[in-house]
């Protein structure tokens, strides 16, 4: 009898293992689904994230475009109020004028020059000076003196901006260094 008992508790035994081990499986593949689902719900989350974002984008942008709108409708009402005739002889008045000034500044700016670069020629002649203040090894470097005038009256007439004639006035004294 004790062979019948000890045989059914060894098969109650394996029919518990087996119940154990298919229950087990099935948690194991119960599991790995929950972490696909978990992972696609992530990524459903990261694209509504970004839709959300490209909404609000949307809806300031459209915020924009509308006070655009408004500033636009106001500037086109106002410009047809203040519309109003100006005479050709006023405009071509101020034109002269603005000519004009222009002109004189031309002529002073011109006048300083000429007076500087004489003074630089009278300073660079006179031998008697040029013996006292520098030794007889250095000589005067007129470009060096007139770059940064140059620059002034290209920067006048618009051939070229400040910026590039600074650039120059800095990349000559490096020059120097190098000799």
């Known amino acids: 009898m004790e062979e019948k008992s000890s045989n059914r508790l060894a098969s109650n035994l394996e029919q518990l293992v087996s119940r154990m081990e298919s229950i087990h499986f099935q948690r194991s593949s119960e599991l790995d689904q929950v972490s696909g689902v978990l992972g696609n719900m992530d990524k459903l989350v990261d694209v509504l994230s970004r839709v959300e974002l490209q909404r609000q984008a949307e809806h300031q942008l459209i915020d924009q475009v509308n006070r655009l709108n408004e500033v636009v409708e106001s500037l086109s009402g106002q410009e047809t109020v203040s519309k109003r005739e100006v005479p050709v ?91």
Request: proline share 3%; net charge neutral.
């Open 89 to 179: 002889e006023d405009t071509l008045r101020k034109v002269i004028k603005g000519v004009k000034v222009t002109g004189k500044v031309m002529d002073i700016v011109a006048g300083s020059l000429g007076v500087m670069f004489d003074s630089i020629v009278a300073t660079v002649k006179v031998p008697e000076r040029q013996n006292t203040t520098r030794s007889s090894k250095e000589q005067v470097d007129l470009a060096s003196v007139l770059a940064p005038l140059g620059g002034i009256l290209q920067g006048l007439l618009g051939t070229e901006s400040v910026e590039n004639s600074q650039s120059n006035r800095q990349a000559k004294p490096d020059e120097k260094k190098e000799e």
